[in-house]
């Protein structure tokens, strides 16, 4: 751990000193922040959408009983300080810390947007050209955490998620849990990440570095083109050895429609061979990504339909639950702005008419239990 501080010269005890630097000290995080309500529980921690006094400006704060940090330091410190050093547009910022006696706070930047497959499945017309310009801003924050020698390690559409409910909203990346700060002339080894997103080097326990990251882009970028997994097993070891050998499909007739362009592009990412595999910087130069070879065909009903029949909701869990942030703000009724003109406007009819719609649906799945296609614990692959 101390290893990991000095390589950012950061001197962690000095954080731990110093009130006003790392970590500001607080007997009462409510002096500084009105809490509002929960919007999601973690492994250890709790998230929730506060106001800030003065400015009332929104924000989502971590808070994280010290007790429950007991064997897992390490973890939370890697968290910390990692997206401690990041600004980029696409993910999602540290804005403070705070520390009382029994807690740690994370204030973090609020995003409100929700889900990506649940934009996706919203929408009336979704197309290639739409996957692109998503994959376009994955990859150039993803580029930007490489070059800062940062790997993500568990990218994975439910760690993708909208800024704001805009319609032009740019997507964001969370959860640094997984992060690994790479020092020179080290590998990492350590098997983690999310099955199904996970690289075969991973698997197979071999040394691997920031080329896991561009593996999970392709696996993710597969997902946005057809609405189900590449790799799918009810059986993990069959699952693994999939992955392994990367063996996956264009299946027909979900994949007659996507341009050979888009295949090319997911071929160099899902490349067995991490050394032949596309950096980030060889991503962003692919024509499906800056050129003009995406296409503009709706595949809207398709996708969507794979996406709802192959990934179960997630909501009582989310990090980040958009839901319970427009509910609060029409129960106030006002609105507010997150960033410049992007603004969440609870009392306009078509956010009132989709949160209502969406607590329905929320209710319904509650009473009649998953019904068939849906996952209990993994996706599932559509028939071939």
Known sequence: LMNLFQLIDFPYMNYLEDGNGWKKKTSDIKENYDFKEILGTGAFSEVVLAEEKG???????????????????????NE???????????????????????????????????????????????????????????????????DMGIVHRDLKPENLLYYSMDEDSKIMISDFGLSK???TGSVMSTACGTPGYVAPEVLAQKPYSKAVDCWSIGVISYILLCGYPPF????????????????????????????DSAKDFICHLMEKDFMKRYT??????????CGDTALDK??????SAQIKKNFAKSKWKQ???????VRHMRRLQLGTSLEGPSQITPTSPCHAQALLLQEEDEEEEEEEGPGEGHQKSRNVHPTR
């Open 55 to 77: 400015t009332q400006r929104l924000v989502a704060i971590k808070c994280i009983p010290k007790k429950a940090l007991q064997g897992k330091e390490n973890n939370i410190e």
């Open 80 to 146: 910390i300080a990692v997206l401690h050093r990041i600004k980029h547009t696409n993910i999602v910022s540290l804005e403070d810390i705070f520390e009382s006696t029994s807690h740690l706070y994370l204030v973090m930047q609020l995003v409100s947007g929700g889900e990506l497959f649940d934009r996706i499945v919203e929408k009336g017309f979704y197309t290639e050209r739409d996957a692109s310009q998503l994959i376009h801003q994955i990859l150039d924050a993803v580029k930007y955490l490489h």
């Open 181 to 183: 700060i790479e020092d």
């Open 232 to 259: 799918y097993d009810e059986n993990d070891a069959k699952l693994f050895e999939q992955i392994l050998k990367a063996e996956y499909e264009f299946d027909s007739p979900y994949w007659d429609d996507i341009s």
């Open 280 to 289: 980030t910087d060889q991503a962003l130069q692919h024509p499906w990504i």
């Open 298 to 303: 709706n595949i809207h009903e398709s996708v």
């Open 319 to 325: 990090a980040f639950n958009a839901t319970a942030v």
